[in-house]
């Protein structure tokens, strides 16, 4: 760590929020290079100069969304055959991914994974937000993607990839009732959020210790693919 990182931590009463953080990354990345998630299809709608196929030309080649793809399960996002079979089956003749970013990714794949156990969580505190559902997993099915969702996340992250493993659950987890754009910008969540930064712990209702309840069925099902434009603050979010 570099000295201004050290002289933050060391300050008194130094916390750490996350807030739906993708600690280890997140399947709506893949969803968006798909095609198929929502965010691609309203830029497709508004953008007048450029198509869906040209739009995730240019987001596949940002290493900073790159470096958000999973890292947490057995599929390798830094093969090219992995990216080969996705874009096949996405059937819409997009770029497949530079060798060379995939090679980054993978560096940091690596980085992440070997450093990780060796983290200080005791300043770190994370909040978990909940929608009905957030991308987890694809598979290639009748040479065509399948994506899977689950209501155990934030729309954006899910509570497996999102959560550190070893963050102390009991102290610094909460879960609370936002998706991923509300959980900095809700106005019920505030007082918590300064409890937590001011004391490293809220006794707000709007925070639970405990994961908000999901149905056997809701833990994994099949995603719908689905699209209405809306420009509400909660159809943007």
């Known amino acids: 760590k570099g000295v201004p990182i050290r002289f933050i931590e060391n300050k008194p009463n130094f916390r750490t929020l996350l807030l739906g953080t993708p600690w280890l990354g997140s399947y709506r990345i893949p969803h968006v290079l798909s095609g198929k998630d929502s965010i691609i299809k309203q830029l497709d709608l508004i953008d007048f100069a450029h198509n869906k196929r040209t739009l995730i030309n240019m987001f596949s080649k940002f290493p900073g969304l790159l470096d958000l793809l999973p890292i947490h399960d057995s599929r390798d996002f830094g093969s090219i055959k992995v990216w080969d079979d996705f874009v096949t089956a996405a059937g819409l003749e997009t770029e497949t991914i530079p060798p060379a970013l995939l090679n980054i990714f993978s560096n940091k794949k690596k980085?992440?994974?070997?450093?990780?156990?060796?983290?200080?969580?005791?300043?770190?505190?994370?909040?978990?937000?909940?929608?009905?559902?957030?991308?987890?997993?694809?598979?290639?099915?009748?040479?065509?993607l399948q994506f899977y969702?689950?209501?155990e996340g934030d729309q954006s992250v899910t509570w497996a990839s999102g959560i550190p493993a070893?963050?102390?659950?009991?102290?610094?987890?909460?879960?609370?009732n936002a998706t991923h754009g509300g959980l900095s910008k809700k106005?019920?969540?505030?007082?918590?959020?300064?409890d937590i930064l001011k004391t490293g712990s809220t006794a707000s209702h709007e925070f639970s210790r405990l994961p908000l309840p999901v149905s056997d069925g809701e833990?994994?099902?099949?995603?719908?693919?689905?699209?209405?434009?809306?420009?509400?603050?909660?159809?943007?979010?």
Do not use: C, H, P, W
Not at 111 to 117: E, L, P, T, V
Not at 137 to 143: E, F, H, L, T
Not at 187 to 194: K, R, T, V
Not at 223 to 234: D, Q
């Open 219 to 237: 833990r994994s099902f099949e995603s719908k693919e689905k699209f209405e434009f809306e420009t509400s603050e909660s159809g943007i979010e």
């Open 149 to 151: 969702s689950t209501a």
């Open 187 to 194: 106005e019920f969540l505030f007082q918590g959020i300064l």
């Open 166 to 176: 070893k963050i102390d659950r009991n102290k610094s987890l909460y879960y609370t």
């Open 111 to 144: 980085k992440m994974k070997d450093n990780i156990d060796s983290i200080d969580y005791s300043n770190i505190v994370y909040v978990a937000g909940k929608d009905k559902e957030t991308v987890n997993d694809y598979k290639i099915k009748n040479g065509r």
